[in-house]
Nanobody
């Protein structure tokens, strides 16, 4: 089992940067997971933005490609998301997620474990 705890959100002006971190606490037998960052604004569906599979391969949705970078730090047991060149439309609650058997990385239902979220607010 995993417990995920996000941190690092905040308020920045457009063009600014933030680093989000997701601390991963694992109990029981160690398992390889695919992990991701999703975001959600009130009234809209949760959407995936950055993904890293159990082999370490990174993928991004087009709207964040070139601006966001997902990474893992095995020594610290964290999943990080570097957000650069932020835009007001990036304002959302950001969640980290993990799944053992992720076939469609964009589907929320593929991920068994979720953090509580961290808010990112970008002002123009």
């Amino acid at each position: 089992d995993l417990r995920l705890v996000e941190s690092g959100g905040g308020s920045v002006q457009a063009g600014g940067s933030l680093t989000l971190s997701c601390a991963v606490f694992e109990t029981g037998r160690r398992t390889r997971y695919s992990m991701a960052w999703f975001r959600q604004v009130p009234g809209r569906e949760r959407e995936g933005v950055a993904f890293i599979d159990s082999e370490g391969r990174e993928t991004y949705v087009d709207i964040v490609k070139g601006r966001f970078t997902i990474s893992t730090d095995n020594a610290k047991s964290t999943l990080d998301l570097q957000l650069n060149s932020l835009k007001p439309e990036d304002t959302a609650m950001y969640y980290c997620a993990a799944g053992r058997y992720v076939a469609d990385r964009l589907r929320v239902q593929e991920y068994e474990y979720w953090g509580q979220g961290t808010q990112v607010t970008v002002s123009s």
